[in-house]
């Protein structure tokens, strides 16, 4: 191996420790883990799923869920419901407080990620994009690594409409279909 290609994936890693440890940064400051915004985000557009559901979607365990869930429910952000077909299964939803926590979140990180790429131009941004997609399409045996991020970027949405019309009522209990 060269010693640009050594050169280059200690930068990777550099990058992506430094993004890490900023979101994380930025999650804590409102209330959150740096792993709890998707599970919020996936419960705020999916209205009475369950753990299972989410621990499917993020490719995790059910007991990580569970756990993540528990914390939530006790920070306020999200509720438990009994269901009442199947005794043994809770559905899950947002609290207005965990729908705002969530947005304050998210709003954090994409101003994080617009600072972080500013240096770059369209252009060196479209390069960057190809080169990270031929990478990921390699390691990967042309297998998709895209995890469903639907749930995050109905979020941005959300977050792009609060910003458009500031100020009007929103209701977030509900997801958009």
């Known amino acids: 191996m060269s010693n640009e290609v050594k ?11 430094l993004r890490r440890t ?3 940064k930025t999650a804590l400051n409102t209330g959150l883990y740096f792993g709890q915004l998707p599970v919020l985000a996936y419960i705020a557009n999916n209205e009475g799923c369950t753990q299972k559901e989410i621990a ?7 007991a990580s869920i569970a756990l993540s869930t528990k914390r939530l429910q ?3 952000f999200i509720e438990k419901k009994v269901d009442q077909l199947n ?5 899950l939803s947002i609290t207005p407080k965990g729908n705002e926590t969530a ?3 998210r709003e954090g990180m994409i101003r994080f ?3 972080m790429f500013d240096c770059l131009s369209e252009e060196e941004a479209a390069d960057m994009l190809r080169l990270v997609e031929k990478l990921l399409d390699h390691l990967s045996d042309g297998q998709s690594v895209d995890m ?15 910003l458009e019309h500031p100020g009007e009522e929103e209701d977030f209990s509900e997801a958009e279909e």
């Open 113 to 115: 990620d617009e600072q």
């Open 87 to 91: 005794l043994r299964r809770n559905m």
């Open 148 to 162: 469903d991020y639907v749930p995050m970027m109905e979020m941005d949405d959300r977050i792009q409409q609060r």
């Open 56 to 62: 499917d979607w993020l490719k995790v365990s059910p």
């Open 103 to 105: 947005i304050q979140c």
């Open 7 to 17: 050169k280059l994936a200690w930068k990777l890693d550099s990058l992506f420790l």
């Open 74 to 76: 006790k920070a306020g």
């Open 22 to 24: 900023l979101l994380t």
